[in-house]
């Protein structure tokens, strides 16, 4: 079974600093996707950015970057130059390269203050 | 936008009814998965169908089921309603239902279903 972490509740920033939101995973399986999704207050699910487990290279997708550490089973999603648009809550969420379900983590209220 | 569409936006319904939640992939996606969104549950996978075929069960229950039609749009089917069915639900669709390039999931904007 996989399962997601995410330790923050709640984040605040101000508006053009860069954040960082944690996330760490537990699978079993070899081969895995991480991904990060933005679900602001109007409620819908953005897809912000994927990370495969055998991807040599960080993730980045214009402000934001995955930082993928493998050994650590951590992919922490960096946002840089904050908005007051990204005020949000961010979930990070796995799913095995064989398998469909997006397993989700409990989720980060991001609040940018201007 | 996401491409992915779901109607309604909201229903409200009494305990025992039974509802449909409707959902049509973006273009050229055969996978499409339904998610349930609650205070209490989080975010819990319920059920994928890929090209017509179910794909996967998650945690769905025995009153709900689903079935994804030629047109490859599908449709969540909720029973006996009860009040802790109360929850956003999503529709996902994705190209590929495997890992690697377009194994991204795009969701629709949610049907908010209240059960009083």
């Known amino acids: 079974a996989q399962k997601i972490t995410q330790t923050q509740p709640g984040m605040f920033v101000q508006e053009k600093e860069a954040v960082t939101l944690d996330c760490t995973y537990d699978t079993s399986d070899p081969s895995y996707g991480l991904f990060w999704y933005k679900q602001p207050s109007s409620g819908e699910m953005i897809f912000l950015i994927y990370?495969?487990?055998?991807?040599?290279q960080n993730a980045t997708e214009g402000r934001y970057s995955l930082n993928f550490q493998k050994a650590r089973k951590s992919a922490n999603l960096v946002i840089s130059a904050s908005q007051l648009g990204d005020s949000a809550m961010y979930f990070c969420?796995?799913?095995?390269?064989?398998?469909?379900?997006?397993?989700f983590g409990e989720g980060t209220q991001l609040t940018v203050n201007p | 936008d996401s491409g992915v569409t779901q109607t309604p936006k909201h229903l409200i319904t009494a305990t025992g009814q039974r509802v449909t939640l409707r959902c049509s992939p973006r273009s050229g996606d055969l996978s499409v998965y339904w998610y349930q969104q609650s205070l209490d549950q989080g975010l819990q996978f319920l059920i994928q169908?890929?090209?017509?075929?179910?794909?996967a069960k998650g945690n769905i229950l025995e009153r709900f089921s689903a079935q994804q039609f030629p047109d490859l749009h599908s449709e969540l089917n909720l029973s006996s309603l009860e009040l802790g069915d109360s929850a956003l639900y999503f529709c996902?669709?994705?190209?590929?239902?495997?890992?690697?390039?377009?194994?991204?999931?795009?969701f629709g904007p949610g049907t908010r279903l209240t059960v009083t």
């Open positions: 990370q495969g487990s055998y991807d040599q």
């Open positions: 969420a796995t799913k095995e390269t064989s398998g469909s379900r997006l397993t």
């Open positions: 996902a669709s994705s190209v590929a239902d495997w890992g690697g390039q377009g194994c991204e999931q795009y």
């Open positions: 169908y890929y090209n017509g075929e179910e794909r």
